[in-house]
């Protein structure tokens, strides 16, 4: 396995915007984050492994978390992936948000499914196979879902 200081280096801040992407909480994603690289070494997760392990062990104690705070009443799983870059500048910002909320709008009238299939695709950039990985279903179902939820969301923004 690679070391701790190389995972982190490689894949700390995606995961860690992975994670905000579920629970909209920078605090409890990085804590998510630190628990993912603490469990990896652990475990002595595979390198040739490790990106879709890791996104599969965010994904599922951030969702482990959003179920625990439901049944506490607090909260909701939001999958949708924000479209505007703080690294940009202030018209950039504003108008990829603008374009942001529409997207958002849009993301949300599609299933869950189809919206985390597409987050970890474009937002996440991960291949068919790490995310099959990730959701733990088959390849052919991921590429089912990514070919149903551009079609609905194009459907959707020409609407």
Avoid at 4 to 20: I, Q, T
Avoid at 40 to 69: F, K, M, P, S, T
Avoid at 76 to 99: K, N, Y
Avoid at 113 to 129: G, M
Wanted: hydrophobic residues 45%.
């Amino acid at each position: 396995m690679r070391s701790a200081g190389r995972l982190r280096e490689l894949y700390g801040d995606a995961l860690a915007r992975f994670a905000w992407g579920y629970l909209r909480d920078e605090s409890a994603a990085e804590d998510i984050v630190q628990d993912v690289f603490v469990r990896a070494i652990e475990q002595d997760v595979d390198a040739r492994d490790a990106r879709a392990w890791l996104y599969r062990a965010v994904r599922n104690l951030c969702l482990n978390r959003l179920r625990d705070g439901a049944r506490r009443g607090e909260g909701r799983l939001v999958t949708a992936f924000d479209a505007a870059d703080p690294r940009t500048g202030a018209l950039t910002r504003l108008i990829g948000a603008e374009r942001g909320d529409a997207v958002n709008e849009w993301l949300a009238r599609l299933s869950s499914e189809h919206q985390e299939v597409l987050r970890l695709r474009y937002a996440e950039d991960l291949s068919r196979a790490d995310i099959a990985a990730v959701l733990e279903i088959p390849p052919s179902l991921v590429k089912t879902r990514l070919y149903e939820g551009v079609r609905r969301l194009r459907a959707i923004a020409g609407e």
